[in-house]
């Protein structure tokens, strides 16, 4: 495989379950980020890694937990989520270049009932 | 921080005419801009980018864009659109410094007409 590859593409969740997104990238890259994609709302940038560690977390609500085990892998830890969580969850690459191209999943598609 | 508006939230446009989609955005410091895609179903994918040099950049499938740095633009175009350009389009803007943070504006849905 190559690229990024998000699984699930498609989860639903009631308010008191506990899911996970996974994210898996094949370019060498060395940073990995979740964004979140509502409806008529900009996307917006909830984590950051670099190199495995952490240096973004956007005011992101502790229900949303990240993991990255490592450069090629990040998790999106779910539980007691919102109503208005839904969303399409994506997750993207880069290299440390700092050139901004970022290489995106095809997101997992999230609904909270 | 920096933000970026995204005038027109959708743009219907026929097939073989032209298209222009309009970014503007605010900073204080030097940035890096960019039209990402996102077609139905997918992730997005980078169009163009601007970093240094030449205000216009050409990207793939045909468009380009200008860097306008006294009027903080950044719009993108296309001479001849297809069906095939359907599509939601994101200008997105970093500090020069920061590189990889982006910040994207609300989107831009073309819809290309028969």
């Known amino acids: 495989e190559t690229g990024v590859t998000q699984t699930p593409r498609h989860l639903v969740m009631g308010m008191t379950n506990k899911k996970s997104l996974k994210c898996e990238q094949h370019?060498?890259?060395?940073?990995m980020y979740w964004y979140k994609q509502s409806a008529k709302k900009p996307l917006e940038l909830m984590f950051v890694?670099?190199?495995?560690?952490?240096?973004e977390n956007n005011s992101v609500p502790s229900r949303f937990s990240p993991e990255c085990p490592n450069s090629s892998h990040l998790f999106l830890h779910l539980h007691t989520l919102q109503p208005e969580d839904s969303a399409l969850y994506l997750c993207a690459s880069s290299s440390g270049a700092g050139t901004g191209e970022l290489f995106f999943g095809e997101g997992s598609r999230l609904t909270v009932l | 921080a920096q933000s970026v508006t995204q005038l027109d939230s959708q743009v219907p446009v026929f097939e073989e005419a032209p298209v222009e989609l309009r970014c503007n955005y605010s900073s204080s410091v030097s940035v890096y801009l960019f039209w990402y895609v996102q077609y139905p179903n997918q992730g997005l994918q980078l169009l163009l980018k601007?970093?240094?040099?030449?205000?216009l950049v050409k990207g793939i499938n045909g468009f380009e864009a200008e860097f306008n740095k006294s009027q903080t633009s950044f719009h993108l175009r296309k001479p001849s659109v297809h069906i095939s350009d359907t599509a939601e389009y994101f200008c997105?803007?970093?500090?020069?410094?920061?590189?990889?943070?982006?910040?994207f504006g609300g989107g831009t849905r073309v819809l290309v007409k028969p």
């Open positions: 997105a803007v970093s500090e020069a410094a920061a590189g990889n943070k982006l910040t």
């Open positions: 601007y970093l240094s040099g030449s205000t």
């Open positions: 890694y670099n190199f495995k560690e952490q240096t």
């Open positions: 370019l060498g890259h060395n940073a």
